[in-house]
Antibody, heavy 121, light 110 residues
Framework: QVQLQESGPGLVKPSETLSLTCTVSGGSISSYYWSWIRQPAGKGLEWIGHIYTSGSTNYNPSLKSRVTMSIDTSKNQFFLKLSSVTVADTAVYYC???????????????WGQGTLVTVSS | QSALTQPASVSGSPGQSITISCSGTSSDVGGYNYVSWYQQHPTKAPKLMIYDVNNRPSGVSNRFSGSKSGNTASLTISGLQAEDEADYYCSSYTISSTLVFGTGTKVTVL
């Protein structure tokens, strides 16, 4: 079955750019939407945005000015960049897919295990 | 976009049924059947419990069911068990082609 794994620096300095990679195994990234979601400690889930295999994207309006997503189907990976980070961007970042098999809707399944990114000098 | 509104907490005794509401607008919950529900235990990634309002993924107990009326979706857990104690989040597709989560509900089994 499809599995997702986030990777990237666990510590980012304020004002710099957070960069994460999600590697997909057990299936092809050449279909469906692929999402990034984050969760600050003790708080709720926040959808950051998603990218389709064609490269088209939709972002959370509250983060849109700072977010860039991209995809590399040859490596079965998709990517998140969040610029000008502040301590408020400290969170566990998850990647997830919205489709699978014959399902082409919008549900998050499966999820990666999540990676903690701390913004601190 | 505003988060969907959920009660902060819901509790019940073992064997009872509880319902968690998820209130949105005609631009999200009310306008699409892409409402899903997630269970999250501490330090774990969320798990899909219900999708497309009332569909259960394989492997999810039939004690979990979903419904929608107007701009409000609901998750019902019947025969409450200790293992159901967790945080629950709803999610919906929106008119802006984005997705939005609910504020989250902590379920306590008394």
């Amino acid at each position: 079955q499809v599995q997702l794994q986030e990777s990237g620096p666990g510590l980012v300095k304020p004002s710099e750019t957070l960069s994460l990679t999600c590697t997909v195994s057990g299936g092809s990234i050449s279909s469906y939407y692929w999402s990034w979601i984050r969760q600050p400690a003790g708080k709720g889930l926040e959808w950051i945005g998603h990218i389709y295999t064609s490269g088209s994207t939709n972002y959370n309006p509250s983060l849109k000015s700072r977010v860039t997503m991209s995809i590399d189907t040859s490596k079965n990976q998709f990517f998140l960049k969040l610029s000008s980070v502040t301590v408020a961007d400290t969170a566990v970042y998850y990647c997830a897919t919205e489709g699978g098999g014959s399902y082409w809707g919008h549900r998050f399944d499966p999820w990666g295990q999540g990676t903690l990114v701390t913004v601190s000098s | 976009q505003s988060a969907l509104t959920q009660p902060a907490s819901v509790s019940g005794s073992p064997g009872q049924s509880i319902t968690i509401s998820c209130s949105g607008t005609s631009s999200d919950v009310g306008g699409y059947n892409y409402v899903s529900w997630y269970q999250q235990h501490p330090t774990k990634a969320p798990k899909l419990m219900i999708y497309d309002v009332n569909n259960r993924p394989s492997g999810v107990s039939n004690r979990f069911s979903g419904s929608k009326s107007g701009n409000t979706a609901s998750l019902t857990i019947s025969g409450l068990q200790a293992e159901d104690e967790a945080d629950y989040y709803c999610s919906s597709y929106t008119i802006s082609s984005t997705l939005v989560f609910g504020t989250g509900t902590k379920v306590t089994v008394l």
